[in-house]
């Protein structure tokens, strides 16, 4: 069975300081990887994925994620946040067969501080 | 826009009732999915659909009902069985295209008085 990992539920960082939000995953097969972020009291938006190709991804507002097989990880980065970063992020794996083959992170609340 | 619509956004009932959420998207997409969402509990799944007329439990089924009817809705009714229903609930959508990318609607608040 597959899992992932979101190593810490909050982390807290001061307005235009650098992130960086842990996920690691576990799969015996080849996975497809994403991240989302949800707003207070708002749905699920994608963030970035990586589904072949080059390891790292970048989103429109200034985050990247790299695959990194070897260690089996897909941190989220960001090099200097602002307020309108405070969300949820989640991180999701996908190996395949439908729903079944889909597995969320337990979520990592980012807290910016002015 | 193309997109998935949930309502209510929020909804209240007493103990014993039951109450239909409902979802709806135009995105002309085969398979649909609803999860429940606690603090601190990531999202769990309750039940999907990979085309119409068909759906599978997902983890946390217990207490919850669906039909797919029609390509664009998918309703979930969460029954006076369920035991602890106070929560978010969250309808999302998939091309079919075996990537796993998932499209969410705005979710629905559901408290139980």
């Known amino acids: 069975a597959q899992s992932v990992t979101q190593l810490d539920s909050q982390v807290p960082v001061f307005e235009e300081a650098p992130v960086e939000l842990r996920c690691n995953y576990s799969?015996?097969?080849?996975?497809?990887l994403f991240w989302y972020v949800q707003y207070p009291n708002q749905g699920l938006q994608l963030l970035l994925k990586?589904?072949?190709?080059?390891?790292l991804v970048e989103s429109i507002n200034g985050f990247e994620a790299e695959f990194n097989k070897s260690q089996t990880s897909f941190h989220l980065r960001k090099p200097s946040v602002h307020i309108s970063d405070t969300a949820e992020y989640f991180c999701?794996?996908?190996?395949?067969?439908?729903?079944?083959?889909?597995?969320f992170g337990k979520g990592t609340h980012l807290i910016i501080q002015p | 826009d193309g997109g998935i619509t949930q309502s209510p956004k929020y909804l209240f009932r007493k103990e014993g009732q039951n109450v239909t959420l409902s979802c709806e998207q135009n995105?002309?997409?085969?398979?649909m999915y609803w999860y429940r969402q606690d603090p601190g509990q990531g999202l769990r799944l309750i039940y999907y659909?990979?085309?119409?007329?068909?759906?599978q439990k997902g983890d946390i089924a217990e207490g919850y009902s669906v039909s797919r009817e029609k390509k664009e809705s998918f309703p979930l009714t969460v029954t006076s069985a369920q035991k602890n229903p106070t929560a978010f609930y969250l309808c999302?959508?998939?091309?079919?295209?075996?990537?796993?990318?998932?499209?969410f609607g705005e979710g629905s608040r559901l408290t139980v008085l």
């Open positions: 999701a794996s996908y190996s395949g067969g439908g729903a079944d083959g889909l597995t």
């Open positions: 999302a959508s998939n091309p079919g295209a075996n990537t796993g990318e998932l499209f």
């Open positions: 799969s015996s097969v080849s996975v497809y």
């Open positions: 995105l002309n997409h085969d398979a």
């Open positions: 990586y589904l072949s190709g080059s390891t």
């Open positions: 659909s990979q085309i119409v007329n068909d759906f």
